[in-house]
T-cell receptor, first 113, second 117 residues
Framework: AQSVTQPDIHITVSEGASLELRCNYSYGATPYLFWYVQSPGQGLQLLLKYFSGDTLVQGIKGFEAEFKRSQSSFNLRKPSVHWSDAAEYFC???????????FGGGTRLMVKP | DTGVSQNPRHKITKRGQNVTFRCDPISEHNRLYWYRQTLGQGPEFLTYFQNEAQLEKSRLLSDRFSAERPKGSFSTLEIQRTEQGDSAMYLC???????????????FGDGTRLSIL
C-alpha cells in the first residue's frame, strides 16, 4: 500500500545539538515532497519542499532536507536545534501535482535546555 | 499576504447538531483543500476545489459532510447530524497551481477545532 512513514514518534534532543527526522515513502514514482511544522493548536507551516533538481533543499529556520531516491527517503536535518524548534513535524507527499497531500504520522520534537 | 483564515477557531456542539466552518484562502490561490486531523495523527485529505469546482472527495467524506466554494473564493464545510467521531481539527489549505511544474505548495490555516459533547 502507498504510505508515508515517520518512524520516530517522539525525539528529544538537547539545545544546540544536531537533529535528523526520518521520512520514508512507498510509491512507485517520485512524488513531490514536503516538510511541515505544527505548534500546539496551530496550523501547519511549510518548512521546505522538493519538486526536482538538486536533492539537497534548504528551507526556513535553518532546516534542510535531502531526497534519496534509492532509499525512498526525505530526511529533515538541522545542525543546531533551538528551544523554539520544539513542535510536531510532518512529512508529506503529493503524487499528483497538486491534488492532495498524504501525510506521515508526525514526529514530536522536544528540546532539552 | 494575509494567509489562510479559518473561522471559528473552536466549535463545541452537541451530538446531532449541524455545524458549518468557513475558510478564506490566500486571495490569488485557485485551489482550496480541506483536511481533518485527529489527536496525535497527521492530517487526512477530505476534498479539494479548483476555483468553484469540487474535483475530488475522499472516502472519509461521508454523506453528512458537504463542502462548497460558490464563487471560487471562500469555502464552507458543513457537517450534518454530528457524531462523536467527528471531533477533530479541520484544516483548510490553499495553493496557486498552474501549468506543470509551477506547482505551488499548500499553505494552511490555523484550523477549526470541533468538539462534540
Amino acid at each position: 500500500a502507498q504510505s508515508v512513514t515517520q518512524p520516530d514518534i517522539h525525539i528529544t534532543v538537547s539545545e544546540g545539538a544536531s537533529l535528523e527526522l526520518r521520512c520514508n515513502y512507498s510509491y512507485g514514482a517520485t512524488p513531490y515532497l514536503f516538510w511541515y511544522v505544527q505548534s500546539p493548536g496551530q496550523g501547519l507551516q511549510l518548512l521546505l519542499k522538493y519538486f526536482s533538481g538538486d536533492t539537497l533543499v534548504q528551507g526556513i529556520k535553518g532546516f534542510e532536507a535531502e531526497f534519496k531516491r534509492s532509499q525512498s527517503s526525505f530526511n529533515l536535518r538541522k545542525p543546531s536545534v533551538h528551544w523554539s524548534d520544539a513542535a510536531e513535524y510532518f512529512c508529506a507527499v503529493d503524487l499528483d501535482a497538486g491534488n492532495m497531500l498524504t501525510f506521515g504520522g508526525g514526529t514530536r520534537l522536544m528540546v532539552k535546555p | 499576504d494575509t494567509g489562510v483564515s479559518q473561522n471559528p477557531r473552536h466549535k463545541i456542539t452537541k451530538r446531532g447538531q449541524n455545524v458549518t466552518f468557513r475558510c478564506d484562502p490566500i486571495s490569488e490561490h485557485n485551489r482550496l483543500y480541506w483536511y481533518r486531523q485527529t489527536l496525535g495523527q497527521g492530517p487526512e485529505f477530505l476534498t479539494y476545489f479548483q476555483n468553484e469546482a469540487q474535483l475530488e472527495k475522499s472516502r472519509l467524506l461521508s454523506d453528512r459532510f458537504s463542502a462548497e466554494r460558490p464563487k471560487g473564493s471562500f469555502s464552507t464545510l458543513e457537517i450534518q447530524r454530528t457524531e462523536q467521531g467527528d471531533s477533530a481539527m479541520y484544516l483548510c489549505a490553499s495553493s496557486l497551481t498552474g501549468a506543470n511544474p509551477s506547482i505551488g505548495p499548500q499553505h494552511f490555516g490555523d484550523g477549526t477545532r470541533l468538539s462534540i459533547l
